[in-house]
């Protein structure tokens, strides 16, 4: 049967979408490329945009350590922000370590001494409590950004599997810096004269400030993203 068109009725198009609201509250059938046309143009509702494209959020995330790898060293620490002009969507956690071995130098990046992090939640409940939290904030899909995501993706990804059994981000990360100099198309600029917050090296302050930089993208320079 034809809905104004379309092969399938309001309700099973939104439904394949994954919203889940009823029929009378959608009112019309979109297919995917007239959503795209309409959410350019800024014809698009917001929850109808998520509903048929697919809401995801990104998650901005800083990490301190007191090693160069998960496992044989420990996360000490680290914050998320969800990305959204507000940036007041924050979690931060701190993490007893895992191990015996550490290396002072990198451990004093974190202002915490090793007494101090040998009294740290365990780190299961903090990854759990993050990743119910991730559950709760994320409107759909969760994105996971860094300004250096080679190093903190690999210790939220490493905690996230051993202590959870999977990982909420899924099995991708995506780069702050080298986002910006795509952007840029130049190789050797570098973002950070973008971020209002002081980077402190508490991982929430400079999730924060780097939260800051990709909104500066996305304004300032018409990056084509969904914060």
């Not at 915490?112 to 409940?125: D, Y």
């Not at 402190?200 to 320079?221: C, I, M, Q």
Request: net charge negative; aromatic share 12%.
């Amino acid at each position: 049967m034809l809905w104004n068109g379309c092969s399938s009725s309001p309700a099973e198009g939104v439904r394949g979408s994954g919203f889940n609201g009823s029929a009378s509250a959608v009112g019309l059938c979109l297919a995917e490329q007239d959503a795209r046309a309409l959410t350019r143009t800024g014809g698009l509702p917001t929850w109808l945009d998520r509903a048929i494209l697919g809401a995801m959020s990104y998650v901005m995330v800083d990490i301190e350590s007191d090693g160069p790898i998960p496992g044989d060293y420990s996360m000490i620490c680290f914050g998320a922000v969800i990305v959204e002009p507000s940036l007041s969507k924050t979690f931060y956690g701190q993490l007893r370590p895992i191990s015996d071995r550490w290396i002072a130098e990198a451990l004093a990046v974190s202002g915490f001494t090793r007494e101090q992090t040998m009294a740290f939640p365990e780190p299961e409940s903090v990854m759990r409590q993050f990743a119910g939290w991730l559950a709760e904030q994320c409107g759909g899909r969760a994105l996971c950004i860094s300004d250096n995501n080679g190093f903190d993706w690999q210790f939220i990804n490493w905690y996230f599997h051993h202590f959870t059994g999977s990982n909420p981000f899924g099995f991708s990360s995506t780069n702050l810096g080298s986002l910006y100099k795509g952007v840029v198309r130049d190789t050797t600029e570098n973002f950070k004269h973008l971020r209002k917050t002081a980077h402190t090296h508490h991982p929430v302050d400079d999730a924060k400030g780097n939260a800051e930089a990709l909104l500066a993208l996305k304004d300032d320079f018409a990056l084509k993203i969904r914060l």
